[in-house]
Each structure stands twice: as C-alpha cells, then as structure tokens.
C-alpha cells in the first residue's frame, strides 16, 4: 500500500533540536523555504512536558508542511535571550526568516492545531486536513463499504505514525472484528491510553465486541430460528435469539427490526429485554451510523404511540 502519512524516505526531519550555534541555520534560513516553529524548553520544566509531546504530534500530523525545533533554554540561552524569552514552555512560528506568531505556556490541543494552521498559512500554505485525519477518512470509507483489509491496513499505517491515535485503534479493532478476530480486536483496545478510554470511538467499538463475543455461537442457528418465528410471532423468546443470530451474521439492520417488533408486540417483555439489546446495538454501532438514527426514531414512535 502507498504511504499515506508521514513523511517520504530521505525527506529531512520534521523535528529536530537546535542550538545557540546552529539557530541560524535551523530556524531563520531553514524558515525561507519551510514554515518553522520553536519550542523553548528546559528538563526541570513541568508544563514543557505537556506541551512539547502534543506539539511534536501535531507536526508530524502535518506531513511535513511545517517543522519544529526544540530549543534546551538550559543549554542554549543566547537564543532564548535575544529573543526576550522571559517564561518557559514559549514558542515562537517563523516564516521567511522572521517571528510571525507565538504563545507561552502550556495549551489544549485544538489551540495548539489552530496556531500551526496560523503558521503553514502565513508561509503562504494550505493546512487543510492533516494528512492523519485524510487517512482515517479513508480507512473509516473503506470500513464503511466493507473492505476491511484495507481499512486494517491504513488504521496499522496510522498507528505506526502514532501509536496512541485511538480512532485508528477503534478502526482497527472494528476491521479486526468484522473479519471474526474478536480475541485481536480485543487486544487491539486493551492499548488504548486510561486517559482514552471513554472516547466515543473506543466505547461503540468495546460495545461491538462485546455484543459480538455474546452471539458468536448464535450465527448458525438464523435459519431454525426464523421458521420459528413464522410458526409463532408471539414467541418473543425466539425473536430476541433470532435478532442476536441476525447481528452475529453481520445483519445489523435485521436484528434491529426484530427487536422494534418485540417492543412494538410487547414493550415490557422479559423485563425489557428486547429494548435493552437494541441499546447494545446501538452503542456498538455508534451514535453516527445512519441506521442507528433512523432506528431510534423509530423506537421513539412505537414507545410514545
């Protein structure tokens, strides 16, 4: 597969350190040709710590579109003086030789995005996407149309580039689970960052894995079931098994139209048992999908009818 993100073999690096002695160079002459950021920072520096790793992130997200430079003020405090670094974690954009933007201390990621945009924009570029974000749109299209070998493909050559993007992860472990690798996919989710686990994308895919683990022995049996559901509609029991074999066989859109017809038959069924599956569902589908909207408005008119 091509590569998609990061940057081509020979191509100079995007992140390199300076000093007092090669500033010039690195940063003024290196800013006539491509836009550079400064990251002024020292070792003792506890916010530096937090910022320079998510600055290094963003950049490297931009494929090579802008640079950073990381400056030891310890080490190098020439630079940092001439330039009246007075606090640190400071940094400083550079475009054709001169200042253009900067801010100091520590920032939330969206500011530190909007600022390199800033940058790669005064240099006369375009940032537009990050090529990141166009790969997972491509690997999340081709997940959608069920090609899930690319899909796996693009969200590993993502997480090559960023080991911690946890849309990648969540895609990967959705291809992964597609594909009937639930024990992979599983593992896949077991590395997302404590602080990542709540995100979105890595709850519907958890949900999707777990609703799969609880219906894989049900896939075979659509068919006994089905005629058992013709025989009796009133066999609830049947239906709800019948539902969970559909979504085991990759029917999401089946198994939904079972359990509205519990709820719509017999809302308070077994303790709500159908209602709480469709929940399931959707979770492990995604607030996003298309399917689980609709189906929720169509739960919505049968529970207040």
Same mark, same amino acid.
């Given at each position: ?9 020979? !191509? ?67 630079? !940092? ?32 995005? !909007? ?101 894989? !022995? ?88």
């Amino acid at each position: 597969m091509e590569q998609l993100i990061g940057q081509p073999e020979g !191509a100079a690096p995007v992140i390199i350190d300076a000093t007092d002695a090669t500033f010039v160079e690195e940063v003024i002459e290196a800013s006539k040709t491509t836009p550079i950021i400064v990251d002024f920072w020292a070792p003792w520096c506890g916010p530096c710590k937090q910022l320079t790793p998510t600055l290094e992130k963003a950049v490297k997200a931009m494929g090579g579109k802008i640079r950073l430079v990381k400056v030891n003020t310890d080490e190098n405090p020439a630079v !940092a003086q001439q330039l009246r670094v007075q606090s640190i974690p400071t940094v400083y954009g550079f475009v054709d030789g001169k200042g253009v933007d900067g801010f100091t201390g520590a920032q939330p990621e969206s500011q530190i995005k !909007a600022f390199i945009e800033r940058v790669i924009q005064a240099g006369g570029g375009v940032a537009g996407p990050s090529p990141v974000d166009q790969a997972l749109e491509q690997a999340d299209a081709a997940l959608a149309g069920g090609d899930t070998a690319t899909a796996g493909a693009i969200y590993q050559q993502i997480l090559q580039h960023d080991p911690e993007e946890v849309r990648a992860m969540a895609g990967l472990a959705q291809s992964l689970l597609k594909e009937g690798h639930i024990d992979e996919a599983r593992a896949v989710l077991d590395g997302v960052p404590v602080k990542k686990t709540n995100d979105p994308d890595v709850a519907a895919a958890r949900s999707a894995i777990d609703l799969a683990a609880s219906t894989a !022995a049900l896939g075979g049996d659509a068919s006994e079931l089905r005629a058992k559901v013709e025989a009796n509609p009133a066999d609830h029991q049947a239906r709800l098994d019948f539902a969970l074999a559909l979504y085991a066989g990759q029917d999401a859109a089946g198994a939904i139209g079972e359990l509205l017809e519990i709820i719509r038959r017999d809302r308070e069924w077994n303790e709500e048992a159908a209602r709480k599956q469709l929940i399931n569902i959707f979770d492990a589908l995604g607030p996003a999908d298309p399917l689980v909207t609709e189906s929720r408005r169509k739960l919505s008119s049968i529970l207040f009818s």
